[in-house]
């Protein structure tokens, strides 16, 4: 059974980078993607981003500018910088396995991360 | 970017009983939406993908349909685990993008 385990500060001052890391058990990354989603207090779920276990990937536009997703298959991790937070960057973010179809079949549990300071 | 509007936001039933569950896309989707149940608590697991095909494990009576712009998520009779929150999510274009949820509430 896949599991993902999302790892990171539950805190991050406003302008600075907010990093996660997901650490994938019980399967490998290879032949699949992996995505970040996140949902802040009240919204809906937002999608931020996938990457293939190769590296190549594809952001929401509207966090494109300061997202970037990377992979590394010798710990089989991957992880998630978004740069320059504001409190609206205060949510629920989890890590996904991306199905076939771009649809989410496992989840991590989620981490909260709030942007204060 | 595609706006998915899910319908009601707040289902109050009893076990037993059949839920129906909307989502409509504020463009065509083809047949690429999908449903996720959120139970309190957890993660959002995947009920649906392509509007109508039931992920691995998930029971028969849980079923979608539509294709284009409205879409529907049935429930044919509600058990205790069913009370949750349901969202819709739809693949056709980047970005993918979710429904704000229905909660279905014990009555």
């Known amino acids: 059974q896949v599991q993902l385990q999302e790892s990171g500060p539950g805190l991050v001052r406003p302008s600075e980078t907010l990093s996660l890391t997901c650490t994938v058990s019980?399967?490998?990354?290879?032949?699949?993607?992996w995505s970040w989603i996140r949902q802040p207090p009240g919204k809906r779920l937002e999608w931020i981003g996938h990457?293939?276990?190769?590296?190549?990937?594809n952001y929401n536009p509207s966090l494109k500018s300061r997202v970037t997703i990377s992979v590394d298959t010798s710990k089989n991790q991957f992880s998630l910088r978004l740069s320059s937070v504001t409190a609206a960057d205060t949510a629920l973010y989890y890590c996904?396995?991306?199905?076939?179809?771009?649809?989410?079949?496992?989840w991590g549990q989620g981490t909260r991360v709030s942007v204060s300071s | 970017e595609i706006v998915l509007t899910q319908s009601p936001e707040i289902l109050s039933l009893s076990p037993g009983e059949r839920a129906t569950l909307s989502c409509r896309a504020s463009?065509?989707?083809?047949?690429?939406l999908g449903w996720y149940q959120r139970r309190p608590g957890q993660a959002p697991r995947l009920l649906i993908y392509?509007?109508?095909n039931r992920a691995t494990g998930i029971p028969a009576r849980f079923s979608g349909s539509g294709s284009g712009t409205d879409f529907t998520l049935t429930i044919s009779s509600l058990e205790p685990e069913d009370f949750a929150v349901y969202y819709c999510?739809?693949?056709?274009?980047?970005?993918?993008?979710f429904g704000g949820g229905t909660r279905v509430e014990i009555k």
């Open positions: 996904v396995r991306v199905h076939i179809g771009d649809y989410f079949d496992y």
């Open positions: 019980g399967g490998s990354l290879t032949g699949h993607y």
């Open positions: 990457i293939y276990y190769t590296g190549s990937n």
């Open positions: 463009q065509s989707v083809r047949n690429f």
């Open positions: 392509d509007a109508s």
């Open positions: 999510q739809q693949r056709s274009s980047w970005p993918l993008t």
